[in-house]
T-cell receptor, first 121, second 109 residues
Framework: QVQLVQSGAEVKKPGASVKVSCKAS????????IHWVRQAPGQRLEWMGW????????KYSQKFQGRVTITRDTSASIAYMELSSLRSEDTAVYYC??????????????WGQGSLITVSS | QSALTQPRSVSGSPGQSVTISCTGT?????????VSWYQQHPGKAPKLMIY???KRPSGVPDRFSGSKSGNTASLTISGLQAEDEADYYC?????????FGTGTKVTVL
């Protein structure tokens, strides 16, 4: 069965970076894409970016452009999301989610369990 | 890249129908048939309920249905049940990016 298992909760200081992992299993990793979505406490879902796990192409939300980097390791079937220059407003649960290969046809059919990232001094 | 607009809350009694609207622009909802809907219970990851405007994934009850007219998409829950109480989000392709809705809390009275 399809599973996306994310790394655990982390506490980071303002200005630091965080790298969240998302390990996929139960399907051929390189024939799908991964989106990253975050949700601040009590707030709505927010789209951050996308990576085609096959060719590595990426697209990012303008809001996070320059601060977010999404990569993947095809040998391990893992996608990563790194967010830099953290501030308190980045405190949120970060989710990875699977979508079809092409960027334009994305609906998110399987989700990871979420990773709580807390930014605090 | 503004969020799509949803009502903050809707409510209904068991067995009734409720409809959640999701309003965007011609650059997102109105321009493509790539709208999906997600159900989220407290503390849980979202779950796909509708994709490509009106298609239902395997395992999702047929009382959930989706539609679109112009720049507005809608999710209808017919025969409301207690377990349908949750937050619901629309999600749309917008050419160079994706955008979520503001979210709607569905309360079963």
């Amino acid at each position: 069965q399809v599973q996306l298992v994310q790394s655990g909760a982390e506490v980071k200081k303002p200005g630091a970076s965080v790298k969240v992992s998302c390990k996929a299993s139960g399907y051929t990793f390189t024939t799908y894409s991964i989106h990253w979505v975050r949700q601040a406490p009590g707030q709505r879902l927010e789209w951050m970016g996308w990576i085609n796990a096959g060719n590595g192409n990426t697209k990012y939300s303008q809001k996070f452009q320059g601060r977010v980097t999404i990569t993947r390791d095809t040998s391990a079937s893992i996608a990563y999301m790194e967010l830099s220059s953290l501030r308190s407003e980045d405190t949120a649960v970060y989710y990875c989610a699977r979508s079809s290969y092409d960027f334009w046809s994305g609906y998110l059919d399987y989700w990871g369990q979420g990773s709580l990232i807390t930014v605090s001094s | 890249q503004s969020a799509l607009t949803q009502p903050r809350s809707v409510s209904g009694s068991p067995g009734q129908s409720v409809t959640i609207s999701c309003t965007g622009t011609s650059s997102d909802i109105g321009g493509y048939n790539y709208v999906s809907w997600y159900q989220q219970h407290p503390g849980k990851a979202p779950k796909l309920m509708i994709y490509d405007v009106s298609k239902r994934p395997s395992g999702v009850p047929d009382r959930f249905s989706g539609s679109k007219s112009g720049n507005t998409a809608s999710l209808t829950i017919s025969g409301l049940q207690a377990e349908d109480e949750a937050d619901y989000y629309c999600f749309s392709y917008a050419g160079s990016h994706y955008v979520f809705g503001t979210g709607t809390k569905v309360t079963v009275l």
